[in-house]
Every structure is written in C-alpha cells, then in structure tokens.
C-alpha cells in the first residue's frame, strides 16, 4: 500500500535538517552548520494524528555554490520532489527572500504538486515576519520556530490535509531492510544504482561521498525492501566522535543494528581483505544480522575465484557460515544474484526448526561426541528448544553450564549447521544449567 511521501526542500541552512529530525523524533539526518552537509536522499518513518508517510530530507539547493557536489544536490531534489505527493518548501524567516528561494519557488511551481511553504526561524513567532513570503506565489505561508517546535503542529496539519488520500500501514507494508556497509569507496552506492536500474544516491569516486545513511524504499517479488546505503566505516582512531564523519560511523553502526540483512561490500579488485574489512563484518557477525559478503569490482581484476574463498575463509573464520557472491556494480555482471541470496539468507535467520528435529540432531551429536568430563563430572544435555528467531536462537537444558567449553559449543553449532541450511546467518547457542535460576 502506498504511503504519502513528503520531501523537504530548501537552500542550504534553513533547518531542513533539523525539521527533518523533529518530525521523525530522533537523530536521522546530520545537522552541521556547513553547506552541502546532506547530499542524498533520506527516507524515514513518520506518523501525524494517524497518518503514516514518508519523509525525505534533501540537499540544500544553491545554484552559486562552488561545491563539486551541487550538480548531485540539485539532481537529488529534483528526483526527491518528483516521487513526493506533498512537497515542503522550508525558507530562513530571519534573513527573507533571496534569489535562491525564488528560482526554487519557480521549480515547485512547475512541478503542480501541493507545496506547504513553511518560514523557519521565527524564535519570536511574529506571523507579520511571514507576509513578504506571499510573493513566491506559494500560498499561506507557514510560521515556524522549529528548535522551539512552535508551529510545528499547525505544519504537520497542513501536510497531512495536503495528502491526496488517507493511507493506513498495514501488517502487508513491512519492510525488510537492507543495509550496504564497507569501507570507503568500494561501489557500495554504485551498487545501490545497479540493484535499483536507476541513480538514486550520489556516486563519486572522492572517497567519503555518502556521509549519511539514505533509506531507498522498493519492491521486489512483490515484497517490501528497503536500500539503506551507508558511509563507508573508515578506522575508528582516524575519526573524531564530534566530526561529521564520526557522525557517518556512528549511523552506520546503527543502520547494522536496524538491518534485517547486511551486505558486506569487499573490493574484489584488491590482493587481499583490509583490516577494516574484517573489522566491518565483525560488526555485523557481533549483532547477530544474516549477511551476504558481496565481492565488487571483480570484472577489474582476473582473480580466481576459489582463490579468494580460500581468501574469505582464512580471514572470516569466526563467520564461517557466510555466504558470498561476485559482482561488479558497474557492468551490473551479477548483481541479480544479489537479491536471491538477500531472500535466502533471511529465509534462514527466519527459520523455526521443531523441537523433534533439534533434539533427533542433539541425540546423534551427543552419540558421536560426549561433552566434556571437567573437575570429575560429565557434562550432560536433557534437551534443547528454539525459543527465538533473527538470529535463530537455541537454548541448551544441561546439568552445570560451567562444565561446557567453547570447542564443545562450537562442535554443536556445526553439527546443527550440517543438518540445517544456515548459510548467510549466525546463531546463538545458550547453554541454562539447574545453577541459572533465569
């Protein structure tokens, strides 16, 4: 079902930002002081009084900027306020009417769409401040302090009643999210680009392009997905926390936390995996999410395949269940291999496995293989449940969980994932002794 989209436009510095972060009450998009801070598109979930709808934060537009990136910036709106149902057009009520405002005025008015013009930085709320704004032949303009979140609910009226129909999410609409993470300049946005069959985030080969994370919304097999291409992770001593690029790593690790499925982007081109491209899928493989390592660029470079399995394998060992596939972003050679596997993997962190089935695989591991005899007593397993999913989680009733070792786990995991297709996904294995009284 279609959700309204609501995109935010604006030159650089009227707070769209800041409005964007408001309404969706919490830290989504950066907000920084210095022009061209959001170059892409951002998507997120936002409701007013029941109405549920997507808004998109975009660049600050200005023609006179000297800004490699303004060409993008411009070419992003446009697309932004192409997709919306309801544009905001968000202007500085201190500083009034500048030519920029005009000639953006002079798009939306071409574009035939609802505009709600709102006047931000109103700190003393004064609507006389708002009149000279009727010469952009906009209509009412909208009052607004949004740091004082004065206005703020009279502008969600305005865009709400400006929606073309009343859309209600339903259980149908969910979303799987996918979120692109690896260090800088590996094609992640490239990829984005090819998976979709159209630009939708900014692409350069300037390492840092993408500094936030933007939230691409499709269909695929008649399902939800959404794209979620994020700042490359750079090491974490060589970023100050305070910086926009702090900021970058911060929201990346966060797009992890949120994902359902991670692809891992690798450069397929190199000799060899980077330290921080093991570092990258640590971070996934510690937050539980199902993952597919996609290996770009491999059209640069004649590796031989095998070789660099051999490659993944030494250097992931601790995610040895991942799974990988060979692309390159910019033949698209591949890259339809990358939403079957997506599909897979998600299909098996979303695995329940019956009880019958986990204790028949425990009974043939314990046969083969008794736990261990520490400190005179035999480790013992009565049974064991999946009380959980994403990742799938297996409990483990023993006697004295103390009397169990890693090896002992590990050999379990694989015993499970001889029996069960697991591939793409961790698990967690949980071992309850009668001394846990949880």
Wanted: proline share 4%.
């Amino acid at each position: 079902m279609h959700r309204p989209i609501v995109a935010v436009v604006g030159r650089p510095n009227v707070g769209k930002s800041t409005f964007f972060n408001k309404i969706c009450g919490k830290r989504i998009s950066i907000v920084d002081d210095t022009p061209g801070v959001t170059r892409d598109r951002l998507y997120a979930d936002a409701n007013w009084c029941g109405h549920d709808f997507l808004l998109v934060d975009t660049g600050g537009l200005d023609p006179k900027s000297e800004d490699v990136f303004q060409a993008d910036i411009k070419k992003q709106a446009e697309i932004a306020m192409q997709e919306s149902d309801v544009i905001v057009f968000l202007v500085d009520g201190k500083s009034g009417i500048t030519s920029t405002d005009e000639e953006v005025a002079s798009i939306l008015k071409r574009r035939k769409k609802p505009v709600v013009l709102v006047v931000n930085k109103l700190d003393n709320f004064e609507v006389e401040n708002t009149y000279e704004f009727y010469s952009l032949g906009l209509g009412d303009p909208m009052p607004l302090s949004v740091m004082q979140s004065k206005g703020l609910g009279d502008v969600l009226d305005k865009i709400v009643a400006s929606f073309p129909e009343r859309v209600q999410k339903t259980e149908d609409d969910k979303e799987v999210k996918i979120a692109i993470v690896g260090r800088p300049n590996v094609g992640k946005s490239s990829l984005v680009n090819a998976l979709l069959g159209k630009e939708r985030v900014v692409v350069s080969n300037v390492e840092g392009t993408t500094r936030d994370s933007v939230l691409v919304p499709f269909k695929y097999n008649k399902k939800d997905f959404a794209l979620v291409d994020t700042a490359g992770l750079r090491r974490q001593r060589g970023v100050e926390r305070e910086s926009i690029e702090g900021y970058s790593v911060l929201r990346t690790m966060s797009a992890i936390e949120e994902a359902d499925v991670v692809l891992i982007v690798v450069d397929g081109s190199s000799e060899k995996l980077t330290e921080q491209d093991v570092r990258i899928a640590g971070f996934v493989h510690e937050a539980g999410k199902p993952s597919v390592i996609v290996v770009n660029k491999w059209d640069i470079k004649g590796h031989d395949k095998n070789s660099f399995e051999k490659l993944l394998a030494r250097d992931l060992a601790f995610m040895d269940y991942f799974q990988s596939i060979y692309v390159s972003a910019l033949t698209g050679a591949g890259v339809g291999q990358i939403m079957e596997n997506v599909e897979k993997v998600y299909a098996n962190a979303s695995k329940r496995i019956t009880t019958g089935l986990l204790n028949e695989i425990l009974h043939d591991a314990i046969l083969n293989y008794e736990p261990p005899f520490r400190n005179g007593r035999r480790g013992k397993i009565q049974y064991v449940t999946q009380p959980s999913t994403n990742p799938p989680t297996f409990v483990f009733f023993v006697n004295d969980a103390r009397l169990f070792n890693f090896a002992y786990t590990r050999y379990l995991e694989n015993r499970f994932r001889e029996r069960i297709d697991l591939v793409g996904t961790p698990i967690k294995i949980i071992l309850r002794g009668k001394e846990d009284k949880s």
